[in-house]
């Protein structure tokens, strides 16, 4: 298991300002599609291209295209949802699956309420979206549900980590590479991420 965190200075002050509890819902989702397609950057550094021959105005010349398998990117609701909005900005034509899970407030386990994912799946590599990696019972239990349904390539993408969360992501799926913009310092006794910035999904959706 690879872990990236994309420590680059944009996104250092995007996650600065997305931290602040004073940073409302509409600057929260922009910078959290901000962050997220930054991190896309890094995280699919290793696509594969073709070459292909094309013709400027001046001369031809060997280019070079996205090849290989092709993307899926699989938010988990609610809160990875905003991550994909930004990624696809990038890669307009990945297929986007869904798995829809809460946190049991009392005993932290992830409950599925949902999951649609694209067919073909298993043929396409899986960017999979959360972006809170805290106790990570949700990225635990998305990852297995992928790999049941044919998926073997996935990348999980978060924004803040838990150093909890990345061990018990690399015990339970050593081939799943991860990459965030932070790993923060522990879980409190409720799994909230410190420092973190709170409940994600609440302040994506101003709701509470
Ligand atoms: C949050 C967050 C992650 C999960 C992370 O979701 O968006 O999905 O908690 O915690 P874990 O690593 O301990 O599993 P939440 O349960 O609040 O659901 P929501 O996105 O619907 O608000
Ligand atoms: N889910 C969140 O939204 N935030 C945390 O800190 C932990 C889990």
Do not use: C, W
Request: hydrophobic share 45%.
């Amino acid at each position: 298991m690879k872990l990236t965190v994309v420590d680059h200075p944009l996104v250092q002050h995007k996650l600065a300002i997305l931290r602040d509890k004073n940073t409302g819902s509409k600057d929260f989702r922009e910078l959290m599609e901000e962050v997220s397609m930054l991190m896309a950057y890094e995280a699919m550094r290793d696509l594969e291209l073709d070459p292909v021959t094309i013709e400027t105005p001046l001369t031809s010349m060997t280019a070079h295209v996205l090849s290989g398998k092709k993307l899926a990117l699989v938010a988990i609701l609610r809160a990875g949802l905003i991550m994909v909005d930004g990624i696809l900005k990038l890669v307009p034509a990945a297929r986007v699956g869904h798995i829809g899970l809460y946190r049991d407030p009392q005993t932290l386990n992830p409950v599925e309420y949902y999951a649609k994912l694209p067919e073909d799946i298993g043929g396409r590599r899986v960017f999979l979206t959360d972006p809170m990696l805290a106790t990570a019972g949700s990225a635990v239990h998305a990852i297995d549900v992928l790999k049941q349904r044919g998926a073997s390539q996935i990348k999980l993408m978060s924004i803040i980590a838990a150093p909890e969360g990345v061990e018990r992501v690399r015990k339970a799926h050593p081939d799943v590479d991860i990459v965030v913009a932070a790993v923060d310092e522990y879980l409190n006794d409720h799994g909230y991420i410190v420092p973190g910035l709170g409940d994600a999904g609440d302040r994506i959706y101003g709701t509470k």
